[in-house]
């Protein structure tokens, strides 16, 4: 299927451009990168100017404007309130029981400074690391400022994580303090927190003190000595705290993601250069009005999104945003736009598996709503496949705000390659070019670029402010796992998989081991997936490869009906649903993939299930989906929000009767 099939033009859309530093595609942020970076840079507040803007003669270990310094916590919040701005809302915060806070900068930053004093009573000191596991709730901002202020290493962890995960972790990093909260709320119940991290922590003599947020108030194990209360510490100090400024390449903090080995990759990320990217690109993805507006990235702080575009990115562009803490369908399934049409939110960053959830809902949901005040639409954690991109922009954006598809890692930082909102016309489902300032190719194994309309890996082939300073205690894992696939080359290898389209515009074909090779042809999971949602039964899939003694691997594919289609009482048949006929759907939409893709493309086998492994912040957990698939032991379910899924998955292809949940 051609690319082109996907063009659809935007229409003019109200974009504010407020901001004349945001640079356009056709600015020279190519021709002159490196003054380029400067220019951003210069946007922050430096004690200390820097002497260069890149040192790369260690590469692969970048120094980006060296010698400078800053502290990272007043770029976010003092600089505000010094320039008069301490009134304006930073936060928005919604508990998911209904609680809320309004949260202005100038009460931020009399909260980060009491922690922060609160932080140095107990003896840290800059280049400790404190471990975070809290809820979606302001403590958890103000602690991960407060470790900025002083040069502490945070590394947050999210909240639904098991103590094993947060255990070594904190292992990993040393880490001797942990904050995290009695319980938090979930699906409309309170749930332990306490319970579980004093589980993590029972072997990690790392740790000190465990400073405890009182949230839902239950009850919780205490162990005298080691345990405080956050409001008996905290609100007992001072508000106010004279900031230090360290070194641009001073750690800031280090998010662990999987690895193929099994044990988590800690990311390291310093505070100039990420400051930098992190606050451009909020400016620049989102087209950014700070003065006016209401912005909400609906991520968690556990992962990079929300620490680059819920914490440093918009509060160091003095930025109001919705904190939002609970789940979208709590109490009910209106909840993202009851928010969104009581706050006035304008720029709306989501992901795509929140959306074909919300497709699943039906699109009578959002119709309930004044949602006239959203003008930007984000999506950002995995490709987004054009049926969304079209649903998300007609029923979200009101068929005119621009959606930006956005791709970026946890290693990179910050928005590598995104289409700038109101710059060109929309492709659906793709990401179009790079943001003016980083180089991104499509390469073939030997690492030279692909022509239009071919497939290769995606690569970054220049250093960028935001990428990651290595792997926590592991130089040799840092190149090993980026820079040798490609190293004569000097790129940094993503580890996806993309193509270019006949205008040379970039799609994200996702992680290179969610492409297939099926009798030899290399197909992606996402354009399977993408074709099996066009259809109009369908509301989400997943799809796997499974291996095949004959073809290499085979393509089995998970899919949910949409609201209303059919009842779904047998895991192969569904009567009616196509046409209304009785048809078999899984016949149905094998032969559409195979028309939408080419025969090549269809599934071997059709499951159609009631739910998909998700973990608490909705990623599909594809490897579960692999483990059933070839009949192995299903692995850690862990860290899904319903683990009883797979139990219901794999009855299904076993063969054994399966209801509808």
Same mark, same amino acid.
């Given at each position: 299927?051609?690319?082109?099939?996907?063009?659809?033009?935007?229409?003019?859309?109200?974009l504010?451009?407020?901001?004349?530093?945001?640079?356009?595609?056709?600015?020279?942020?190519?021709?002159?990168? !490196?003054?380029?970076?400067?220019?951003?840079?210069e946007?922050?507040?430096?004690?200390?100017e820097?002497?260069?803007?890149?040192?790369?003669?260690?590469?692969?270990?970048?120094?980006?404007?060296?010698?400078g310094?800053?502290?990272?916590?007043?770029?976010?919040?003092?600089?505000?309130v010094?320039?008069?701005? /301490?009134?304006?809302?930073?936060?928005?915060?919604?508990?998911?029981?209904?609680?809320?806070?309004?949260?202005?900068?100038?009460?931020?930053?009399?909260?980060?400074?009491?922690?922060?004093?609160?932080?140095?009573?107990?003896?840290?000191?800059?280049?400790d690391?404190?471990?975070?596991?809290?809820?979606?709730i302001?403590?958890?901002?103000?602690a991960?400022?407060?470790?900025a202020?002083l040069?502490?290493?945070?590394?947050?962890?999210?909240?639904?994580?098991?103590?094993a995960?947060?255990?070594?972790?904190?292992?990993?990093?040393?880490?001797?303090?942990?904050i995290?909260?009695?319980?938090?709320?979930?699906?409309?119940r309170?749930?332990?927190?306490?319970?579980?991290?004093?589980?993590?922590t029972?072997?990690?003599?790392?740790?000190?003190?465990?400073l405890?947020?009182?949230?839902?108030?239950?009850?919780v194990?205490?162990?005298?000595?080691?345990?405080?209360?956050?409001?008996?510490?905290v609100?007992?100090?001072?508000?106010?705290?004279?900031?230090?400024?360290?070194?641009?390449?001073?750690?800031?903090?280090?998010?662990?993601?999987?690895?193929?080995?099994?044990?988590?990759?800690?990311?390291?990320?310093?505070?100039?250069?990420?400051?930098?990217?992190?606050?451009?690109?909020?400016?620049?993805?989102?087209?950014?009005?700070?003065?006016?507006?209401?912005?909400?990235?609906?991520?968690?702080?556990?992962?990079?999104?929300?620490?680059?575009?819920?914490?440093?990115?918009?509060?160091?562009?003095?930025?109001?945003?919705?904190?939002?803490?609970?789940?979208?369908?709590?109490?009910?399934?209106?909840?993202?736009?009851e928010?969104?049409?009581?706050?006035?939110?304008?720029?709306?960053?989501?992901?795509?598996?929140?959306?074909?959830?919300?497709?699943?809902?039906?699109?009578?949901?959002?119709?309930?709503?004044?949602?006239?005040?959203?003008?930007? !639409?984000?999506?950002?954690?995995?490709?987004?496949?054009?049926?969304?991109?079209?649903?998300?922009?007609?029923?979200?954006?009101?068929?005119r705000?621009?959606?930006?598809d956005t791709?970026?890692?946890?290693e990179?930082?910050?928005?590598?390659?995104?289409?700038?909102?109101?710059?060109?016309?929309?492709?659906?489902?793709?990401?179009?070019?790079?943001?003016?300032?980083?180089?991104?190719?499509v390469?073939?194994?030997?690492?030279?670029?692909?022509?239009t309309g071919?497939?290769g890996?995606?690569?970054?082939?220049?250093?960028?402010p935001?990428?990651?300073?290595?792997?926590?205690?592991?130089?040799?894992?840092?190149?090993?796992?980026?820079?040798?696939?490609?190293?004569?080359?000097?790129?940094?290898f993503a580890?996806?998989?993309?193509?270019?389209d006949?205008?040379?515009?970039?799609w994200?074909? /996702?992680?290179?081991?969610?492409?297939?090779?099926?009798?030899?042809?290399?197909?992606s999971?996402?354009?399977?997936e993408?074709?099996?949602?066009?259809?109009?039964?369908?509301?989400?899939?997943?799809?796997?490869g499974?291996?095949?003694?004959?073809?290499?691997?085979?393509?089995?594919?998970?899919?949910?009906?949409?609201?209303?289609?059919?009842?779904?009482?047998?895991?192969?048949?569904v009567?009616?649903?196509?046409?209304?006929?009785?048809?078999?759907?899984?016949?149905?939409l094998?032969?559409?993939?195979?028309?939408?893709i /080419?025969?090549?493309?269809?599934?071997r086998?059709?499951?159609?299930?009631?739910?998909?492994?998700?973990?608490?912040?909705?990623?599909?957990?594809?490897?579960?989906?692999?483990?059933?698939?070839?009949?192995?032991?299903?692995?850690?379910?862990?860290?899904?929000?319903?683990?009883?899924?797979?139990?219901?998955?794999?009855?299904?292809?076993?063969?054994?009767?399966?209801?509808?949940?």
């Amino acid at each position: 299927m051609s690319p082109r099939s996907d063009l659809r033009p935007a229409p003019d859309s109200p974009l504010a451009g407020a901001d004349a530093a945001v640079p356009r595609p056709d600015d020279s942020a190519e021709a002159d990168r !490196l003054t380029f970076w400067a220019r951003q840079a210069e946007r922050l507040d430096w004690e200390t100017e820097w002497s260069e803007v890149l040192d790369w003669s260690d590469a692969p270990f970048a120094r980006w404007f060296t010698g400078g310094r800053l502290n990272v916590a007043y770029n976010c919040v003092d600089r505000h309130v010094e320039a008069g701005h /301490g009134g304006r809302v930073a936060f928005l915060w919604e508990g998911e029981p209904g609680d809320t806070r309004t949260i202005t900068y100038a009460e931020l930053k009399r909260e980060v400074c009491r922690a922060a004093n609160a932080l140095l009573s107990l003896g840290l000191r800059a280049g400790d690391r404190v471990a975070i596991q809290l809820p979606m709730i302001p403590e958890a901002v103000v602690a991960m400022l407060a470790c900025a202020r002083l040069g502490l290493v945070h590394s947050v962890v999210f909240g639904g994580f098991s103590p094993a995960a947060l255990q070594s972790r904190i292992e990993d990093a040393g880490a001797r303090l942990l904050i995290t909260s009695d319980g938090q709320y979930r699906r409309g119940r309170a749930e332990p927190t306490k319970a579980n991290t004093d589980e993590a922590t029972r072997h990690t003599p790392s740790i000190e003190h465990v400073l405890v947020v009182r949230r839902t108030g239950t009850a919780v194990p205490w162990t005298e000595g080691r345990d405080l209360w956050w409001h008996e510490l905290v609100d007992a100090q001072s508000d106010e705290h004279r900031p230090e400024s360290f070194d641009a390449e001073h750690p800031l903090f280090i998010l662990y993601t999987s690895g193929t080995t099994g044990k988590p990759k800690g990311i390291l990320h310093t505070s100039g250069g990420y400051l930098t990217q992190a606050a451009y690109t909020h400016r620049a993805v989102f087209d950014l009005d700070s003065d006016n507006d209401v912005y909400w990235c609906t991520a968690d702080i556990g992962w990079i999104t929300g620490h680059s575009y819920i914490v440093y990115g918009p509060l160091a562009n003095r930025t109001t945003s919705i904190l939002y803490e609970g789940t979208p369908n709590t109490p009910h399934e209106g909840r993202h736009f009851e928010i969104i049409e009581r706050y006035g939110v304008s720029v709306y960053y989501t992901a795509p598996t929140l959306i074909r959830t919300f497709m699943k809902w039906g699109e009578q949901l959002p119709a309930r709503y004044d949602l006239s005040s959203i003008r930007v !639409l984000g999506s950002v954690g995995e490709p987004i496949n054009p049926e969304a991109w079209r649903w998300y922009r007609e029923h979200i954006g009101a068929g005119r705000a621009p959606v930006v598809d956005t791709w970026w890692q946890t290693e990179t930082g910050a928005v590598m390659i995104a289409p700038l909102p109101g710059a060109a016309p929309a492709k659906p489902g793709s990401a179009r070019t790079a943001v003016p300032g980083i180089s991104a190719k499509v390469v073939d194994d030997q690492g030279e670029e692909v022509g239009t309309g071919a497939s290769g890996y995606l690569v970054l082939d220049r250093p960028w402010p935001a990428m990651l300073r290595g792997v926590w205690g592991d130089d040799d894992r840092y190149r090993e796992t980026y820079w040798t696939r490609f190293a004569d080359r000097g790129y940094y290898f993503a580890g996806d998989g993309a193509r270019y389209d006949e205008d040379g515009d970039i799609w994200l074909l /996702g992680r290179v081991d969610d492409v297939m090779n099926v009798s030899g042809h290399r197909i992606s999971t996402a354009e399977v997936e993408s074709a099996l949602v066009s259809h109009p039964t369908v509301a989400e899939a997943a799809v796997v490869g499974a291996s095949d003694a004959t073809t290499g691997q085979a393509i089995v594919a998970f899919v949910i009906l949409r609201s209303g289609v059919a009842d779904v009482t047998d895991a192969a048949r569904v009567a009616g649903a196509v046409g209304g006929n009785g048809a078999d759907v899984t016949a149905a939409l094998r032969e559409h993939v195979a028309q939408e893709i /080419g025969p090549i493309a269809k599934p071997r086998r059709i499951l159609v299930v009631s739910e998909l492994p998700k973990t608490r912040s909705g990623k599909i957990m594809r490897r579960l989906l692999r483990d059933v698939a070839e009949n192995r032991e299903v692995g850690d379910v862990t860290t899904l929000a319903d683990a009883s899924v797979m139990d219901l998955i794999n009855s299904g292809l076993s063969g054994r009767p399966q209801q509808a949940g």
